[in-house]
Nanobody
Framework: QVHLVESGGGSVQAGGSLRVSCEVS???????MGWFRQAPGQEREGVAG???????THTDSVRGRFTISRDDAKRTLYLQMNSLKPEDTGVYYC??????????????????WGRGTQVTVSA
């Protein structure tokens, strides 16, 4: 069983920065990884994804502000979030995929999920 545990969420004012992390219970070198978020009353949305070779995809609303990265030696996925906006508020989830049909921003193509960490951005 693969376990993913997010950390690093918190409260920050608009314009601030946070880095959320996701530690995985097993080697991640064979998994594509991703970050998703869900705001209250809204559907989960894909934020960013990264391939096993480090190629990244970011959704339009965060491109240029957020950066996904991975450290396979530490079994950890990161999301650096800069210039945060109130609309970035939500629960942030990390996920891992071994699917051949992996789509970085499509949650349906991921196999394992963490429980999430809350990020709150105040105006």
């Amino acid at each position: 069983q693969v376990h993913l545990v997010e950390s690093g969420g918190g409260s920050v004012q608009a314009g601030g920065s946070l880095r959320v992390s996701c530690e995985v219970s097993t080697s991640i070198s064979g998994y594509h990884m991703g970050w998703f978020r869900q705001a209250p009353g809204q559907e989960r949305e894909g934020v960013a994804g990264i391939t096993v070779t480090g190629r990244t995809t970011h959704t339009d609303s965060v491109r240029g502000r957020f950066t996904i990265s991975r450290d396979d030696a530490k079994r950890t996925l990161y999301l650096q979030m800069n210039s945060l906006k109130p609309e970035d508020t939500g629960v942030y989830y990390c996920a891992a995929s071994y699917s051949s049909r992996w789509d970085p921003l499509n949650g349906g193509t991921y196999n394992y999920w963490g429980r999430g960490t809350q990020v709150t951005v105040s105006a």
